[in-house]
């Protein structure tokens, strides 16, 4: 079956400019995740849904960043007036279900790079 | 905030050679899970393996195993017999309630 898919694959912005990425979850899993992987380091959370709830936000780095998923499925992640230090891969993950050990999925990231 | 070491940055081994890549964790929770996850040269992250914090027993699926000490917060993974195919950045990744933690990564690079 079809596994996570995000785009665009890659992005460049100048800086000041809103981006939006989207990412398209496997079909019929309830959580998804946003992470951010800089050069080198692992993911570090962003977000999470269960559903269409958003229910962790902690992780997002300022009020810049706005994730959504309105009807439970696909879910975007929006930054507004990109920094260039926002230039990192992004990467969104989905699964099963929440807790309890389930594994994530990821997609391929996008690659964000602000100029 | 609930960290994880992976104290090698960087592994080079040769083809049909065993690693064992190490992974420390802090946390104070009792119940949690712990994944080991690879992400080869073409970025997207793969889920390896699972262990629950209150089954101690390790395992071996394949070419891989795992390690499991609750009482020194260790959970390492070895692959035996490696292959070119197995070089990528592994991340060890904790589980703890709601947070979802990845380690800093160690990149293996099997040499044919």
């Known amino acids: 079956g079809a596994g996570v898919s995000q785009s665009p694959r890659y992005k460049v912005a100048k800086r000041g400019q809103d981006v939006a990425l989207r990412c398209d979850p496997i079909s019929g899993h309830v959580s998804l995740f946003w992470y951010q992987q800089a050069l080198g380091q692992g993911p570090e959370f962003l977000t999470y849904f269960q559903n269409e709830a958003q229910l962790d936000k902690s992780g997002l780095p300022s009020d810049r960043f706005f994730a959504e998923r309105p009807e439970g499925s696909v879910s975007t992640l929006k930054i507004q007036r990109t920094q260039q230090e926002d230039s990192a891969v992004y990467l969104c993950?989905?699964?099963?279900?929440f807790g309890g050990g389930y594994e994530q999925y990821f997609g391929p990231g996008t690659r964000l790079t602000v100029t | 905030a609930q960290k994880v070491t992976q104290a090698q940055t960087e592994i080079s081994v040769v083809e049909k050679e065993d690693v064992t890549l190490d992974c420390v964790y802090e946390t104070r929770d009792t119940t949690y899970y712990l994944f080991w996850y690879k992400q080869p040269p073409s970025g997207e992250l793969v889920f390896l393996i699972r262990r629950n914090s209150f089954d101690e027993q390790n395992e071996i699926s394949g070419r891989y195993s795992w390690n499991f000490q609750k009482s020194t917060s260790s959970f390492n993974f070895t692959i035996t017999a490696s292959q070119v195919v197995d070089s990528a950045v592994y991340f060890c990744a904790p589980h703890y309630g709601q947070n979802f933690v990845f380690g800093p990564g160690t990149r293996l690079s099997v040499l044919p």
């Open positions: 993950a989905s699964s099963l279900a």
